[in-house]
């Protein structure tokens, strides 16, 4: 029987924006797919090892310590689901990617479906809509989310400096797209016209 894996946080938000939280989770995958690929291969294949050993060099350089820290656990040997406790959002589902992808394999992500900023949008404008509602879980996933995109850098960073305006109801997208780049705008006028079509259920 497969293991089951489940971020707690998804059983907290409410009922009518759950269908929206697995697009963020399975845009998570995609975006570190090459990652979860990579671990767990080398749980499976020992001449792997010196690749994932170098690949989380790189992560905890770029300041993912308490994700290298699982995956390094993980490595070594252990498979608990609560390896996922006291970790972000993003860093949960890819340990828990990595857990069941060990369990499944049929359920790791494809290499080749990279992030879709269409895909996105979905996930951001539920997490943004329950936060706008006080959940307490979505307020924790936008800031844990906005920090990730302000260590992004550039337009990944502009993008994330909109995610508190908009929690707080701002929605001028005028003034929220001023600095941003096309593709970065078009991003956010989808995540705004999403949040006004969970508004409206």
Not at 59 to 74: D, F, H, K, P
Not at 152 to 168: D, F, I, K, T, Y
Request: charged letters at 25%; hydrophobic letters at 45%; one cysteine or more.
């Amino acid at each position: 029987m497969k293991a089951s894996y489940k971020l707690k946080e998804f059983a907290t938000v409410e009922t009518h924006l759950v269908s929206e939280l697995p697009a963020f989770r399975e845009q998570v995958r995609r975006a570190h797919a090459r990652l979860i690929l990579l671990i767990v291969t080398a749980c499976q294949n020992p001449d792997q090892r010196p690749a994932a050993q170098e690949a989380l060099r790189v992560a905890q350089a770029n300041g993912w310590e308490a994700l290298v820290e699982r995956l390094r656990r993980i490595l070594a040997g252990e498979r608990d689901a609560t390896l996922c406790l006291g970790l972000d959002a993003e860093d949960s589902i890819v340990v828990e990617s990595i857990l069941e992808g060990l369990q499944d394999p049929t359920s790791l992500p494809a290499l080749e479906n990279r992030a879709d900023p269409q895909f996105a949008a979905p996930g951001i404008a539920g997490i943004v809509v329950a936060a706008q509602r006080g959940d307490v879980n979505a307020l924790q996933w936008l800031g844990q989310m906005t920090s990730q995109m302000q260590r992004a850098g550039g337009e990944m960073a502009r993008l994330g400096a909109c995610l508190g305006p908009l929690s707080q109801g701002k929605m001028d997208v005028e003034r929220l797209s001023r600095g941003l780049g096309a593709s970065t705008r078009s991003l956010l006028l989808q995540i705004v016209d999403e949040i006004h079509k969970l508004r409206a259920q």
